[in-house]
């Protein structure tokens, strides 16, 4: 399942309303992702340069169907993706539309940042380690982020209509709230795909709901 | 090639990237590896069309143009521990039975230190191109004259005399000399880079200077798995980087590349070592949505004493200028000038270069439909101061599946 959904509106949303909910959580992550590994370097004079490792565990949970009103907030945030030994970190970020994300190059070699997803086609060109560069994420759905000059390089970056999603810690835990109470589909998504979908009901007195997710 | 078997090709192209295809852009572009990524496996997938080059400008031997191929790289990298690494890449050229064309085995004593050797068949330490021909890495589906011409000058077969060679200029994709090897034969390019040489090789150091040397079965022209002559060459190349994305370093190069079946022929006084001697300096510059590069690769080989000159020694010079620009995410666009030289040669009748200098211009634009699958195409002319045709242009198109 892609992002499309998240342009339905649910239940009607307004802070000051009534009491409102969380939705809290643990994902965990059954699989054992590979590491994402360069392609052989047959070309190349000696070892490769050690790099970071990604943590494909992270997950994020959203909501498919978002409270009305959801949609409307016009706040301008920004955001961070690093490039940093040789990966970028975190491997998965989440955010709403309208989201700017800055690219620091935080390694001493060049790193060419861009995407080919019909979200968001970009290319930031090399720069050097110590600059920065940056992209405004305006349209919904999921984007993927190579580095051009290493292979092994990916990121995912997730952008939502709306503020209802959460990504994992590095216990898989998660927390969505100021949810209005109703009854919402919900999303676990892990390393390019949702991989579960749950239903759960907000009370009209408000209050947390544990959700776990299992993710084999 | 016959229509036939370009239609061959052509299916055989479709039929295989469409096999690739689904593995490949599921992965976006990952290898396939194995045991916790210590088993990787890659492979390009590339096929080159354009129209005939009766007058041999892209022919990297008899029977193989490079603006005219469909070429397949499996390439396998297995690491043990931080330490060891074995690295292999076998090829396929218009589905033709594989050959292997990298193998070594690749040692890192100490995590710490910048200290590599590798042995076997190995990537060149000389210049640049040469490690960087594979068809995701080249803007423009042709090559550098420097790394692909043929020139006249054979490694298993030598000229008797200075007008043998005036008579041969320009017809290196098929040359016969009545000293060494009877038959008809390609000649060498200054470096070849579709073979590598086999041998030992050291990396020391890396940013900002990194000195790499190699010791090897056959030459720069000639490259060997076996020995043919007795002799090794010595090349070794230093690169400087005094800023990130500014490179520039230089090569050297110096071995035996005669064969023992032309060197037998001679008389037993000149006999003595003929050798390939070469000189490179490289240059890249990268910064934004712009890669420009440099190349010049001097090449002289010793020849024995022949009829009609008292030169001891052919040499020839090739220059390259290469740039890349970004204009659009995923489309770019590129150029490259090139000339090849060859030094003069007087005799009592006539002063002329050894063999005829061609000059390239190539131009053209690529666009990434997926991250690895490219396409590009391209407008090539080339102009050659001798031989039977004198220039030819080309379109050509290349798509490149990798992963």
């Known amino acids: 399942m892609l992002l499309g959904p998240l342009a339905v509106a649910g239940p009607q949303a307004g802070a000051g309303r009534g009491p409102m909910g969380s939705i809290r959580g643990r994902v965990d992550v059954k699989r054992e992702p590979p590491p994402i590994e360069p392609r052989p370097a047959v070309a190349s004079l000696g070892m490769p340069a050690l790099r970071a490792v990604p943590d494909r565990k992270r997950s994020v949970v959203y909501l498919a169907t978002a409270p009305q009103g959801a949609f409307e907030d016009a706040e301008r945030p920004r955001a961070v993706l690093d490039q940093r030994n040789q990966a970028f970190v975190p491997y998965v970020l989440a955010i709403r539309a309208g989201t700017t994300v800055e690219f620091p190059n935080r390694d001493r070699t060049y790193h060419n940042v861009f995407s080919f997803s019909k979200a968001k086609r970009f290319d930031l060109g090399r720069y050097a380690g110590g600059l920065s560069r940056s992209v405004n994420f305006d349209e919904p759905g999921v984007v993927r982020v190579f580095c051009e000059i290493h292979s092994h390089m990916s990121a995912f970056i997730l952008v939502f209509a709306h503020r209802y999603f959460a990504t994992t810690d590095a216990e898989g835990r998660y927390r969505i709230d100021e949810v209005p109470p109703g009854t919402y589909t919900v999303v676990a998504w892990n390393d390019g795909e949702a991989r579960e979908t749950r239903t759960v009901r907000i009370p009209e007195s408000g209050g947390p709901v544990e959700l776990d997710f299992v993710i084999e | ?403």
């Open chain 2, 1 to 403: 090639m016959a229509p036939r078997e370009i239609a061959r090709s052509l299916r055989g192209l479709a039929a295989s990237l469409l096999a690739l295809l689904p593995a490949a852009s599921a992965g976006a572009g990952e290898p396939f590896s194995f045991a916790g990524g210590s088993i990787r496996l890659g492979a390009e997938a590339s096929g080159t069309l354009s129209g005939p080059d009766r007058a041999y400008f892209n022919y990297t031997d008899y029977e193989r143009s490079n603006l005219r191929i469909f070429r397949l790289n499996l390439d396998l990298e297995v690491t043990a521990g931080p330490h060891f690494a074995f690295v292999g890449e076998v090829r396929s050229d218009n589905f033709a039975s594989p050959r292997p064309y990298a193998l070594y085995v690749r040692v890192h004593p100490w995590t710490s230190r910048s200290f590599d050797v590798q042995a076997g068949r190995i990537p060149p330490v000389f210049g640049s191109y040469a490690r960087r021909r594979y068809a995701a890495d080249n803007p423009l589906p042709g090559m550098p004259l420097a790394y692909q011409y043929l020139t006249t000058l054979r490694a298993d077969a030598l000229p008797s005399a200075a007008d043998e060679l005036w008579e041969r200029r320009g017809s290196g994709w098929l040359v016969r000399y009545p000293i060494g090897a009877p038959n008809f034969g390609p000649g060498m390019p200054l470096v070849n880079a579709e073979r590598w040489d086999a041998g030992v090789e050291v990396k020391v150091g890396s940013d900002p200077v990194e000195l790499t040397a190699a010791l090897t079965q056959g030459t720069l022209s000639h490259p060997r798995i076996e020995d043919d002559n007795g002799g090794k060459q010595l090349s070794a190349r230093l690169a400087w980087r005094p800023v990130v994305g500014l490179a520039l370093a230089f090569s050297g190069a110096r071995g035996q590349y005669v064969a023992r079946e032309a060197t037998d022929a001679l008389p037993p006084a000149a006999r003595g070592p003929l050798r390939q001697h070469a000189a490179g300096f490289d240059a890249e510059y990268a910064a934004g949505y712009w890669i420009l590069r440099a190349e010049a690769v001097w090449s002289g080989w010793d020849i024995p004493p022949i009829a009609g000159t008292p030169k001891r020694r052919l040499d020839a010079l090739g220059l390259m200028l290469e740039a890349r620009y970004k204009v659009a995410p995923g489309f770019y666009v590129a150029g490259r000038a090139d000339h090849l030289g060859f030094s003069r040669l007087d005799t009592a009748s006539r002063s002329f270069d050894w063999d005829a200098p061609v000059t390239r211009l190539e131009i053209g634009v690529g666009y990434s439909i997926l991250r690895n699958l490219l396409v590009k195409a391209a407008y090539q002319h080339n102009h050659r101061d001798g031989g039977r045709i004198h220039g030819r242009d080309f379109l050509a198109g290349q798509a490149v599946l990798w992963f």
